[in-house]
């Protein structure tokens, strides 16, 4: 597609379920990345994937969080027992690689999630 | 590590007025710079970038920034301003060693511009 696309745009849950918020990046891109972003703050780096691995994973806050990327395009941010603490804005971006990603991002417009 | 600290979250400023936006980062390693805008309901959108070369850079819409390296800083900064540009500013730094391209955002800049 001609950008990021993220799925759903708005997801409300009840305390303790499961949810799955999904990234399609821009086609081609082989670097992939997902931010959160809390009410009034800058977005938190959560986790990298080159192709399908996750490269670097430091950013996942506990245990509950997991993403996979299985076939190195499509992307799934999963959270396990979801806590009201986890509502925020989930960013997704890629870049055509890992070099080309100091250049910048193109990012998607994000899932809010909300946690009742 | 690397940390960054927008001085301000929040601007108001009158729209043909100039406008500076501040930021001041803390890293131990070399880094790129990055300015993002995000208006309302929609993803971040890169205004404009420092890798290397010449400290002052220039991006989209007219904004500029000056990455000053003894100051650690990399102020974005309009001339004139538009009721458009009201929108979030985020700064970010990415180091050059480890070559992810992850980005540390600080806590972003309302910029709140009024007719």
């Known amino acids: 597609g001609a950008g990021v696309s993220q799925t759903p745009s708005n997801k409300v849950t009840e305390k303790g379920k499961y949810v799955e918020l999904r990234c399609d990046p821009i086609?081609?891109?082989?670097?992939l990345y997902w931010y959160r972003q809390s009410l009034g703050q800058g977005p938190e780096f959560l986790i990298y994937?080159?192709?399908?691995?996750?490269?670097?994973d430091s950013g996942l806050p506990n245990d509950r969080f997991f993403a996979v990327r299985p076939e190195g395009s499509v992307s799934t941010l999963k959270i396990q027992r979801t806590e009201r603490g986890d509502s925020a804005v989930y960013l997704c971006?890629?870049?055509?690689?890992?070099?080309?990603?100091?250049?910048?991002?193109?990012f998607g417009s994000g899932t809010r999630l909300t946690v009742v | 590590a690397q940390s960054v600290t927008q001085l301000d979250s929040q601007v108001p400023v009158f729209e043909e007025a100039p406008v500076e936006l501040r930021c001041n980062y803390s890293s131990s390693v070399s880094v790129y710079l990055f300015w993002y805008v995000q208006y309302p309901n929609q993803g971040l959108q890169l205004l404009l970038k420092y890798l290397s070369g010449s400290t002052l850079v220039k991006g989209i819409n007219g904004f500029e920034a000056e990455f000053n390296k003894s100051q650690t800083s990399f102020h974005l900064r309009k001339p004139s301003v538009h009721i458009s540009d009201t929108a979030e500013y985020f700064c970010a730094v990415s180091d050059i060693i480890s070559n992810t391209g992850k980005l540390i955002f600080g806590q972003g800049t309302t910029l709140q511009v009024k007719p």
């Open positions: 086609s081609g891109h082989t670097a």
């Open positions: 971006a890629s870049s055509l690689s890992p070099k080309r990603a100091r250049e910048g991002y193109t």
């Open positions: 994937f080159q192709g399908t691995g996750a490269a670097d």
